[in-house]
């Protein structure tokens, strides 16, 4: 389909293994969101990719987390040194031009940290 | 600070009555508000948007309010059906240093029953 997709659906890994989680946003979206969502939590905003600007990062929590956005499409957020409260589902969403449009969500990832 | 308050209390109604969802927020002067629809295991769908010089907006059974006085939003589904059962969030603009963003509530879950 032409929708946002990401990768892996789910991912368990090890405390202190770093993991990367992997989004590819609707073609022709210029902006792209990571959020990160926690068992019966709103969405944490992360990170914003808007065209060749610089990134908005101030929804990190931490200098573990990380973000790029390779020729303006696929984007790919890393997580280094996992710990278990970065267990959450992890959600990708695109919007056409800026943040003051509707965005289209991927399927999350599901991390589990054990 | 500025808040986003949906009822975390779940909402159940029988089908075909009208269910009403509420979306409060504070410290914000938001240009526009959104609502989105999720369903467990997958990533918010968008529903419906608001700009703050509009007071109502209705699409096919929904129907959202915007009071920017009172700092509420109201979701209606009118004749509700079981399929409509799901969490539903609102979503704010957000003014930051690194440009305007969406912040989401928490959601409030309905439940349509037979």
């Known amino acids: 389909g032409a929708g946002v997709s990401q990768s892996p659906s789910n991912k368990v890994t090890e405390k202190g293994k770093d993991v990367e989680l992997r989004c590819d946003p609707i073609?022709?979206?210029?902006?792209l969101y990571w959020y990160r969502q926690s068992l019966g939590q709103g969405l944490e905003f992360l990170i914003y990719?808007?065209?060749?600007?610089?990134?908005?990062k101030s929804g990190l929590p931490s200098d573990r987390f990380s973000a790029e956005r390779t020729g303006g499409s696929v984007s790919t957020l890393t997580i280094q040194r996992t710990q278990q409260e970065d267990s959450a589902v992890y959600l990708c969403?695109?919007?056409?031009?800026?943040?003051?449009?509707?965005?289209?969500f991927g399927p999350g990832t599901r991390l589990l940290v054990l | 600070s500025q808040k986003i308050e949906q009822n975390s209390e779940a909402l159940n109604i029988q089908e075909g009555k009208t269910a009403t969802l509420t979306c409060n927020y504070t410290?914000?002067?938001?240009?526009?508000l959104q609502w989105y629809r999720q369903d467990p295991g997958r990533g918010p769908v968008f529903l419906l948007l608001?700009?703050?010089?509009?007071k109502e907006k209705r699409k096919e059974r929904l129907k959202v309010t915007f009071d920017t006085t009172l700092k509420q939003s109201l979701f209606h589904i009118t004749a509700s059906q079981p399929a409509d059962s799901a969490t539903y969030l609102c979503?704010?603009?957000?003014?930051?240093?690194?440009?305007?963003?969406?912040?989401f509530g928490t959601g409030t879950q309905l439940k349509v029953e037979l």
């Open positions: 969403a695109s919007s056409l031009y800026n943040s003051q449009e509707t965005q289209y």
């Open positions: 990719f808007q065209g060749n600007s610089a990134p908005d």
């Open positions: 073609s022709g979206h210029t902006a």
């Open positions: 410290n914000y002067s938001p240009a526009y």
């Open positions: 979503a704010l603009e957000r003014v930051t240093g690194g440009g305007n963003k969406l912040t």
């Open positions: 608001i700009r703050e010089n509009e």
